[in-house]
Nanobody
Framework: QVQLVESGGGLVQAGGSLRLSCAAS????????MGWLRQAPGKEREFLSSIGRSGGNTYYADSVKGRFTISRDNAKNTVYLQMNSLKPEDTAVYYC????????????????WGQGTQVTVSS
């Protein structure tokens, strides 16, 4: 089992920045790729970004490419999502996840995920 706990969400004005953190515990999280997803009310879950086990092989959805940066610190069992130039349409609950199979934003299988953290971007 891997437990994931997200933090860092909050209220920010459009154009601002937030950094989300995801602390992992349990089975060796470094054996999993990690990623971030989000879900806004009334919308489907959206896969945003992925990072490989050793910190390479990053992936970004078009909606966040150039604005968000994913990173991980395996010594701290933590994954981060730096979010810049935030827009009101980025408002959602953000989840981190651990998985072993990922191809792209439409082809993946999540093994573990957290409870989520709310991000609200005001205009």
């Amino acid at each position: 089992q891997v437990q994931l706990v997200e933090s860092g969400g909050g209220l920010v004005q459009a154009g601002g920045s937030l950094r989300l953190s995801c602390a992992a515990s349990g089975r060796t999280s470094s054996s999993y790729a990690m990623g971030w997803l989000r879900q806004a009310p009334g919308k489907e879950r959206e896969f945003l970004s992925s990072i490989g086990r050793s910190g390479g092989n990053t992936y970004y959805a078009d909606s966040v490419k150039g604005r968000f940066t994913i990173s991980r610190d395996n010594a701290k069992n933590t994954v981060y999502l730096q979010m810049n130039s935030l827009k009101p349409e980025d408002t959602a609950v953000y989840y981190c996840a651990a998985y072993r199979w990922f191809v792209d934003a439409n082809h993946y299988v999540l093994d573990y995920w957290g409870q989520g953290t709310q991000v609200t971007v005001s205009s």
